[in-house]
């Protein structure tokens, strides 16, 4: 059946624009992570890029090595294109990344032009794709020059390979150097790509600060950890989620009785806020307008949708911000 995509899907969503350039994202985008491999059901991956597209998700994110097994996320959103969203490419906004490890041998992971340069061909043609249009570098390499990397970089976007570039994991330090080593050869930072949620807050202690000054825009990642900042975990591992599945990254060593009563006193306060814990948690680092998007994964439509309902509410009274410092700091 041919796929007509919702008429009014831009009217559903708000778009931010990135730092200071000319791109918009819609202000929740999705990532291809979990859910989207071999190991997954395809219609179930289909349907929810779909419905993300129908709501006015224009922003999709892959890496090579998302799957299991790795590149399949790739191929599989490669067959969505080619079967449903390929005439809309020009409404779409997808990227990919290299830095961890994809093949054996010396040139199959970390910062050097020879792997950043090869896995992107390879991520092209497992997604059909001409270009991306984002490439990140997924993590630093502390043994590659970050001048080859960033050389790397820019080679791919001046090849038109990626219309943008962007980085992963890099800290405060290491993003200031990146960024002038690529502004140095002519190339901007669009974004920036770090873990970011209610229970990891690193990205406070500086990041932040830098990609404002610099006019870089910044899309969390795990925005709820994993789904620890939702009420699945309150009552046991359940047994389709992401903790009880053998390939999902999320460790069962993580939820902790200490951790799963701050969870429950943040429930508490959602419920207050008529919002679910889910949606409190995003809407939580959407209140920063330093923040571009958030990137969340999701298994099924349901969340998705749920998930979609925090931009209804996303300010917080100054007592509600003092008592998730109080429970998170508790
Ligand atoms: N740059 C990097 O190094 C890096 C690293 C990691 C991720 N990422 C990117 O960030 C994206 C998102 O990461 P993530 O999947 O960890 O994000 P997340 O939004 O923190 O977690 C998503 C998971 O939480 C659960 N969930 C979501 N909504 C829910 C709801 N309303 N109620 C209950 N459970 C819900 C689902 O897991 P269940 O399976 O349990 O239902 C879902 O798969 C990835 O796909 C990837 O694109 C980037």
Not at 85 to 95: A, F, M, N, P, Q
Not at 173 to 192: D, N, P, Y
Not at 275 to 303: N, P
């Amino acid at each position: 059946m041919t796929y007509v995509a919702h008429p009014e899907r831009n009217d559903r969503i708000t778009y931010n624009r990135c730092g200071k350039s000319g791109l918009l994202f819609p202000a929740i985008s999705l990532g291809l992570w979990h859910n989207f491999g071999d190991v997954d059901v395809f219609e179930n991956g289909k349907d929810i890029v779909l419905n993300a597209f129908d709501q006015g998700i224009t922003h999709f994110d892959l890496a090579n090595n998302y799957g299991p097994p790795a590149g399949s996320s790739e191929e599989n959103f490669g067959k969505i294109l080619e079967n449903y969203l390929g005439s809309y490419r020009d409404e779409l906004v997808i990227s990919s990344k290299a830095g961890y490890y994809m093949w054996p041998g010396p040139y199959g992971e970390w910062g050097s032009k020879k792997y950043l340069i090869a896995s992107l061909d390879q991520s092209l043609k497992r997604m059909g794709l001409e270009y991306v249009d984002i490439f990140y570098s997924h993590r630093p390499d502390p043994d590659t020059p970050f001048e080859e990397t960033m050389e790397a970089l820019d080679l791919i976007r001046r090849q038109g390979k990626a219309l943008y570039i962007g980085l992963s994991n890099y800290d405060a330090l290491q993003t200031e150097k990146a960024v002038e080593i690529l502004e140095s050869l002519g190339t901007a930072c669009l974004i920036h790509q770090p873990k970011y949620s209610m229970f990891n807050r690193w990205v406070e202690k500086g990041l932040l600060d830098v990609l404002e000054k610099k006019g870089i825009g910044c899309i969390p990642f795990s925005p709820l950890a994993q789904g620890l900042l939702t009420d699945k975990y309150l009552h046991g591992i359940p047994k389709e989620s992401r903790a009880a599945k053998s390939h999902g990254f999320l460790q069962k060593s993580e939820i902790t009785d200490e951790l799963l009563e701050k969870v429950q006193k943040l429930n508490e306060l959602a419920g207050n806020r008529d919002q679910s814990l889910a949606q409190m948690a995003l809407s939580w680092l959407l209140k920063d307008h330093r923040i571009t998007s958030v990137l969340i994964g999701a298994s099924s439509v349901e969340q998705l949708n749920e998930n979609l309902k925090c931009l209804d509410h996303v300010d917080f009274s100054a007592e509600e911000l003092d008592r998730i410092e109080t429970i998170l700091g508790s």
